[in-house]
């Protein structure tokens, strides 16, 4: 096949998306090598619009906060570079692109915004030149990205965004493979998340706990194996479907995050608010000192939970499910 052959389009104009992610247990620990549970999002969500533009070269457009970048293989924007690695992935070599980004997931909230904006791209590519890529190559490709983004990411946020499903991950101390399983479900799981709107990138905190843990091993390693075990035994929640259970290790969980110093006022307003508003857990979600926590709630109490998160002055509310499946492997609603 010839380059330019390669090069063209397989139809005019792509739409991909990728959901938003939050951490249902596990957060830094996971960096460390334990497990951590992470769900999809699909409330708020990454969109890429792909259409052939009539002059040699990528464009992305990045409306939400008011970008533009222009380059290809010279240029350093770790999303131009993510483009062109996946050109170079599916052997297209004289791109003439015009890329539209856009994002409804909060930025630097513990969603995983930058992943899904990098997994929604990198679909849309790929679906453009008319060869999808699966899950595991979307996810290697983003974790680059997260890279740039985190620091020393676990490589948990690429991966919940790429497959788009509740997942049980567990990094790869080589860096080769993460060790990788869906969920088992038991019965119906209602969560809520609430968002600070404090912006905190994952990578202060990560590099927190990391100057922490360098100072005092012996402590930190002991959080980080409790965390360890509370994941372990929230997958057991839910397999079994027990959610007075999974919210006692939620409030377990937060706990040792409040050790490691990754929680702030606003975070432990918000997990308050939830609890005494009848929750049956809650804990900050993902890096921590701001973005979002979320609560697991029992169908009477979801109303009144989010209107507590409101009162106390949740910048955006969301609800998500976890719905039981025969496979186990997991489709997950929400609703804003
Ligand atoms: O992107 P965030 O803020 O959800 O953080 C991801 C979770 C951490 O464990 C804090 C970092 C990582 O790379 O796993």
């Known amino acids: 096949m010839s380059k330019d052959l390669r090069s ?16 249902l247990c596990g957060e ?85 915004s930058g992943a899904a904006l990098g997994a929604a791209l990198v679909r849309g590519l790929a679906t453009f030149y008319g060869r999808p890529l699966d899950p595991a190559t979307v996810s290697t490709l983003v974790y680059e990205l997260e890279r740039f983004f985190h620091g020393t990411p676990s490589g948990i946020d690429n991966t919940v965004v790429s497959y788009a499903q509740p ?20 019965a119906p799981f209602g969560f809520i998340i609430g968002d600070t709107g404090v912006r905190s990138p994952t990578r202060m905190t990560v590099a927190g706990v990391r100057e922490r843990w360098t100072a005092d091993l012996r402590t930190y390693e002991r959080h980080f194996d409790q965390i360890g075990q509370l994941t ?40 308050g608010a939830a609890r005494e508003a009848g929750a049956l857990g809650a804990k900050l979600s993902g890096g921590g000192a701001g973005g979002i926590m979320l609560a697991v709630v029992g169908p009477d109490h979801a109303l009144a939970v989010s209107e507590a998160l409101r009162r106390a002055d949740a910048a955006r509310v969301i609800h998500t499910s976890l719905e039981p499946s025969p496979e186990g492997l997991v489709p997950l609603g929400s609703h804003e």
């Open 8 to 23: 063209r389009p397989h139809t005019p104009i792509v739409h991909a998306t990728a959901p938003g992610k939050a951490i």
């Open 28 to 112: 830094h620990a996971v960096v460390y090598g334990h497990p951590a549970i992470a769900l999809p999002i699909m409330a708020a969500a990454a969109r890429a619009t792909i259409r052939a533009a009539s002059r040699q070269g990528i464009t992305i457009k990045l409306p939400d906060i008011n970008q533009r970048l222009r380059g290809h293989r010279s240029a350093k924007h770790p999303l131009i570079v993510l483009a062109g690695r996946t050109l170079d992935h599916i052997n297209v070599a004289a791109p003439h692109l015009d890329i539209m980004l856009q994002s409804t997931i909060p930025i630097a909230s513990g969603m995983g």
């Open 167 to 186: 997942i049980w991950y567990r990094r790869d101390k080589g860096g080769s493979s993460p060790h990788l399983e869906a969920l088992q479900i038991g």
């Open 232 to 271: 372990s035994a929230a997958r057991d929640a839910l397999s079994l479907g027990d959610t007075i259970r999974l919210g006692h290790i939620l409030n377990e969980n937060h706990a040792v995050l409040e050790q490691i110093g990754v929680s702030s006022p606003e975070l432990n307003r918000l997990v």
